[in-house]
């Protein structure tokens, strides 16, 4: 049976339709950067290359400011879609020391290689991206079991 309440058919319409937009806008912001710029639009190779110095500076800047400012815009304009935070701060700094060593490992981010890499049918990326979604899948079961990752 169809729900006739508008709100309900429009929330589930938008729950399909808002993920949609945003993998369009995320895959277009990646390809203008390669083709404008010729850069692949991996977030940690851009903060990368801007701390160890190099060519690009003015686009990494302007990148990093970017993605900074819609994340500050989006908090601002939605608080509920952010939620709280669910765990402990040492527990994110021991996943940002992880996910740092991983892009260091793998030569790159899931921006990098799920975005731009697989776009690119690169064997390396995709690769790259079935160990991250494997590992991922993998510490949310550990973490849940231990009962360390607060929401479930």
């Known amino acids: 049976m169809v729900d006739r309440n508008p709100s309900v058919r429009y929330l589930a319409a938008m729950s399909v339709i808002a993920p949609l937009l945003g993998g369009a806008m995320i895959g277009l912001a990646a390809a203008v950067a390669l083709a404008v710029d ?16 190099g060519d690009g500076r003015g686009f990494r800047v302007a990148f990093l400011a970017g993605l900074v400012a819609v ?16 765990v402990s701060l040492p527990l994110v700094g021991l996943a ?22 697989v776009g690119r049918l690169s064997p390396r990326s995709i690769v790259a991206v079935v160990t991250f979604m494997v590992t ?3 510490t949310v079961a550990v973490v849940r079991l231990l009962g360390l990752g607060g929401a479930s």
């Open 136 to 138: 991922g899948a993998a």
């Open 38 to 53: 010729g850069r692949i639009a991996g977030v940690s190779g851009v903060l990368g290359r801007l701390l160890v110095g």
């Open 96 to 117: 940002g020391v992880l996910v740092g060593w991983g892009t260091r490992v793998s030569n790159g981010c899931t921006s990098g290689h799920g975005v731009c890499g």
């Open 71 to 86: 994340g500050l815009l989006g908090a601002a304009a939605t608080p509920s879609a952010f939620g709280g935070r669910v």
